[in-house]
């Protein structure tokens, strides 16, 4: 699945960058790296996470007990792409 994401208007104009999401049956991240994670279980269904030893935690470190929650994740968009955003 990939979703474009485009600034808003008034904003540094020009910039978009796809995300990739992968389903965790087909790709997992490395432990412990930070991702985005989407679940329909949660209040929200995306979160920062990431995996450690098989298991997902969501950015505030709770656990989820069933890995197969996590039904896609991706990695973080690249902003050091755009030094106009980051005063270079």
């Known amino acids: ?3 474009q994401a485009q600034k808003q208007p008034g904003l ?3 910039i978009s960058e796809s995300i990739f999401w992968y389903k965790p049956e087909n790709l997992l991240p ?3 790296r930070t991702v985005l994670i989407f679940s329909p279980f949660f209040p ?3 979160w920062l996470g990431y995996l450690n030893n098989g ?3 969501v950015c505030d470190g709770s656990f989820h007990a069933d890995p197969y929650q996590v039904l896609f994740w991706a990695y973080l968009p690249t902003v050091n792409h755009y030094p106009q955003l980051v005063g270079g």
């Open 1 to 3: 699945m990939t979703i």
């Open 12 to 14: 540094t104009s020009g």
């Open 30 to 32: 490395a432990d412990d």
């Open 44 to 46: 929200e269904p995306v």
């Open 55 to 57: 298991f997902w935690f």
